[in-house]
């Protein structure tokens, strides 16, 4: 099986000017984060069940800290060292599913 090739890490304006389109993320080129508060912890699962389905499509997966009914996401392409295209993608993925 031939392996899938990763896009490069973002330069740090490559990066500030994504950002600027994510207003629910913040960051750097470590990581970006974002965290997404639910009215309870059987609705922060859900949710992770939600986001983890959305990654799994696209193979690329976040680290998550569940704490109660809050998600904190971190988005970083470790095989790059940094935030990729790959980190925005799922982003903007799950701003889709929880826009606020």
């Known amino acids: 099986m031939t392996a899938v090739p990763r896009p490069p890490r973002l330069s740090p304006d490559e990066l500030s000017a994504a950002l600027s389109g994510l207003p629910l993320w913040s960051g750097d080129g470590d990581g970006i ?3 997404v508060a639910l009215p309870g912890f059987p ?4 949710a992770l069940v939600r986001i983890g389905f959305a990654a799994e499509q696209m193979d690329h997966h976040p680290d998550v800290d569940l704490r109660w009914r809050t ?3 971190t988005l970083v392409t470790h ?3 940094g935030v990729t295209e790959l980190d925005l993608g799922l982003a903007q993925r799950v ?3 929880f826009p606020s």
């Open 33 to 35: 984060r974002r965290s």
């Open 95 to 97: 701003d889709e599913l």
């Open 43 to 46: 609705e922060a699962v859900a």
């Open 71 to 73: 998600l904190h996401l």
């Open 79 to 81: 095989s790059a060292g």
